[in-house]
T-cell receptor
Framework: DTEVTQTPKHLVMGMTNKKSLKCEQH?????MYWYKQKAKKPPELMFV???????INESVPSRFSPECPNSSLLNLHLHALQPEDSALYLC???????????????????FGEGSRLTVL | KNQVEQSPQSLIILEGKNCTLQ??????????LRWYKQDTGRGPVSLTI?????NTKSNGRYTATLDADTKQSSLHITASQLSDSASYIC??????????FGAGTTVTVRA
């Protein structure tokens, strides 16, 4: 079982709705990520939080709003989405960049099972 | 530009047979290469990781190879099982922790 938990697993929303995707990890990781994945494509990076601060925003439209309330939680707030935003949204966590506890960070991402979003 | 190319795009094999997936990359400076397995509608799960000095790594029936000189990696699946049906993604990490994803190879194992 994955140690990164995402909820909900499936979400259907209209273009005027406001909803949120949630992600939780208890591995002590201090970097958390949101990826978007369309069918038969690799995951595309959206946001990176390192030590609860937003460190990377890959030019994501403002209708996606990330939030990192604490080191274990990551949210993605959704508002006024478009049908083309329908995709699998993956949360991941890792040790942050650089050396941690005397060992080099290998960059391994631990992914959640994803939230399947459908925008009508 | 850092790129990761995987081949074939998809393949179908009979249960019990072997197959090999390829990954070529132009990522630099190279730190490590991982193979992930992604079941349909699920998150990717790491299978193997190899650094510059490693040229082979096994995880059960999965064996990955790395040729850092030619910038090629392969993932060999031995005695395939129905549960091996999935997408296999090659991910290369640079020394400054940037990740480049391949498009994946979809493997279908048929009884």
């Amino acid at each position: 079982d994955t140690e990164v938990t995402q909820t909900p697993k499936h979400l259907v929303m209209g273009m005027t709705n406001k909803k949120s995707l949630k992600c939780e990890q208890h591995m002590g990781h201090r970097a958390m990520y949101w990826y978007k994945q369309k069918a038969k494509k690799p995951p595309e990076l959206m946001f990176v939080y390192s030590y609860e601060k937003l460190s990377i925003n890959e030019s994501v439209p403002s209708r996606f709003s990330p939030e990192c309330p604490n080191s274990s939680l990551l949210n993605l707030h959704l508002h006024a989405l478009q049908p083309e935003d329908s995709a699998l949204y993956l949360c991941a966590s890792s040790q942050p960049y650089g050396r941690t506890s005397g060992r080099a960070n290998t960059g391994e991402l631990f992914f959640g099972e994803g939230s399947r979003l459908t925008v009508l | 530009k850092n790129q990761v190319e995987q081949s074939p795009q998809s393949l179908i094999i009979l249960e019990g047979k072997n197959c090999t997936l390829q990954c070529n990359y132009t990522v630099s400076p190279f730190s490590n290469l991982r193979w992930y397995k992604q079941d349909t509608g699920r998150g990717p799960v790491s299978l193997t990781i190899m650094t510059f000095s490693e040229n082979t790594k096994s995880n059960g029936r999965y064996t990955a190879t790395l040729d850092a000189d030619t910038k090629q990696s392969s993932l060999h699946i031995t005695a395939s099982q129905l549960s091996d049906s999935a997408s296999y993604i090659c991910v290369v990490t640079t020394n400054d922790y940037k990740l480049s994803f391949g498009a994946g190879t979809t493997v279908t194992v048929r009884a």
